[in-house]
Structures are given as structure tokens and as C-alpha cells.
Nanobody, 124 residues
Framework: QVQLVESGGGLVQAGGSLRLACAVS????????MGWFRQGPGKEREIVAR????????YYADSVKGRFTISRDYVDNTVTLQMNSLKLEDTAVYYC?????????????????WGQGTQVTVSS
């Protein structure tokens, strides 16, 4: 069992920044991929970024590449999504996920554990 709790969401102006954190507890994550997904109003859930826990290999959706950074902290046992240059279209509920599906770990089916989500709202 893996437990994930997101935090850091909120309201921010376009062009601003937010940092989302995912606190991880439970079984070891050594063989897991950690992902951030989001679901905007009227949209399907989509991958934002992911990182392998042990190797640190990262992937970013084209829509956030160059603006968002995913990282993991072994000491604090957290996964962070640093979001810069936020756009209105970034507005969504952001979910942290953990799983050990298969490379490249870019689909929701690769993830068995999910957090409750945190709302990010970008205003003009």
C-alpha cells in the first residue's frame, strides 16, 4: 500500500509559479515511477510529468515542457512539481500517482496509487 497526499495548489496569476508537493508513505518506491497528472474542466486526465524514483529519469508533456520541473527528494520522501510561467490552460486538478507499470510510464494505467488531487487555478 502506497499513500499519496498532494499539497500546494491554489490560485495564481498567469505567468506566476506554484510548487506542488506529493508526500509519499507506505512501501518502498525503489521500483516505482512517480507521476503528476491533471484534469482540467471538461477535459480528460492527462500526464503532466513523471520521474522514476530510483533513476530520476524524467518525462514531460509537450504542453508543459520547459515550464514545469518534476523532482523527488529521498530525505523528505516527496515528489515535487515546480510550475513556472503558468498559463490559463494549466488550470486543473493535479494528481500525484505512483506505479510500476512499464516504460515509458506515461499512461494512467501504469499507476496503481493516486492522491486525492489539489486544485490549481490560473487567472488572467
Amino acid at each position: 500500500q502506497v499513500q499519496l497526499v498532494e499539497s500546494g495548489g491554489g490560485l495564481v496569476q498567469a505567468g506566476g509559479s506554484l510548487r506542488l508537493a506529493c508526500a509519499v508513505s507506505g512501501r518502498t518506491l525503489s521500483s516505482y515511477a512517480m507521476g503528476w497528472f491533471r484534469q482540467g474542466p471538461g477535459k480528460e486526465r492527462e500526464i503532466v510529468a513523471r520521474i522514476t524514483w530510483s533513476g530520476g529519469n524524467t518525462y514531460y508533456a509537450d504542453s508543459v515542457k520547459g515550464r514545469f520541473t518534476i523532482s523527488r527528494d529521498y530525505v523528505d520522501n516527496t515528489v515535487t512539481l515546480q510550475m513556472n510561467s503558468l498559463k490559463l490552460e494549466d488550470t486543473a486538478v493535479y494528481y500525484c500517482a505512483a506505479g510500476r507499470g512499464r516504460p515509458p510510464y506515461t499512461t494512467s494505467y501504469d499507476y496503481a496509487y493516486w492522491g486525492q488531487g489539489t486544485q490549481v487555478t490560473v487567472s488572467s
